[in-house]
């Protein structure tokens, strides 16, 4: 469960202030796959690095009864200056699981080669999403944060990554940002349509919220 209590964001645009969230109240179920809906520009991805604890609301508040990862893919997640492994080691202690494990999980999966053992400043952005990815896939969240990165490597790692994605949901909720529309239909069975405003709207079936979604689009908003 995560509920969102009068959560408001907003930002200083040109001079102008542009209101991302605006006072928010609404509970997500648990154990269901959200799609979250919106235009380019709209807050998708402020919205969740708020969740994720990577940015401060202005005002309210989230409340959860689980764990919360941070968003698939985001090179935030990992220090320039450290190896990939020393990494995924780092990340172990601070969320408290065996760093052995999540080590030879995040080697495997992330397909790094010797590069694993090398600082993360020689990675190209593609090598530093795929050991994020590994590093968010090797820890049980309750809840999984995804802004488009299911798409990351060649196509057999795509596979990988979708594979090992829908295993973790199967016990776990997760939210996810993407535009691809077949993409959503597979991996989500509710969404939230989010508005220019800071408005966002959750509906059950991920076809209404589609439809919503694009009638939006379709008048400018």
């Known amino acids: 469960m995560i509920r969102f209590e009068n959560l408001s964001k907003s930002f200083w645009v040109r001079?102008?202030?542009?209101?991302?969230?605006d006072g928010l109240n609404l509970t997500l179920p648990s154990g269901k796959s959200l799609a979250l809906l919106g235009r380019n520009g709209v807050g998708k991805t402020t919205l969740l690095q708020i969740i994720a604890g990577i940015l401060s609301a202005d005002s309210g508040r989230?409340?959860?009864?689980?764990?919360?990862?941070?968003?698939?893919?985001?090179s935030g997640s990992t220090h320039g200056q450290l190896t990939g492994a020393q990494n995924v080691r780092f990340v172990a202690r601070v969320y408290g699981v065996?760093?052995?494990e999540l080590t030879d999980f995040v080697e495997h999966f992330a397909e790094l080669g010797n590069h694993f053992y090398m600082p993360i400043s020689t990675y190209s952005s593609g090598m530093?999403?795929?050991?994020?990815?590994?590093?968010?896939m090797g820890?049980?969240?309750?809840?999984?944060?995804i802004d488009e990165t299911t798409a990351v490597g060649d196509a057999d790692f795509q596979r990988k990554s979708r594979a090992v994605f829908m295993e973790r949901?199967?016990?776990?909720?997760?939210i996810m940002v993407s535009h691809q529309t077949r993409q959503v239909r597979r991996f989500c069975s509710s969404g939230l349509v989010m508005?220019?405003?800071?408005?966002?709207?959750?509906?059950?079936?991920?076809?209404?919220?589609?439809?919503?979604?694009?009638?939006?689009?379709?008048?400018?908003?």
């Open 15 to 21: 001079g102008q202030r542009k209101q991302v969230i």
């Open 62 to 74: 989230i409340v959860t009864d689980g764990t919360i990862s941070w968003p698939v893919g985001f």
């Open 98 to 100: 065996d760093g052995d």
């Open 128 to 136: 530093k999403a795929r050991l994020a990815f590994g590093m968010s």
């Open 139 to 145: 820890i049980r969240f309750d809840t999984y944060l």
């Open 169 to 174: 949901v199967k016990s776990s909720s997760a």
């Open 195 to 221: 508005t220019r405003g800071g408005h966002i709207e959750y509906f059950e079936d991920i076809d209404e919220a589609i439809e919503r979604h694009e009638s939006l689009l379709l008048r400018g908003r």
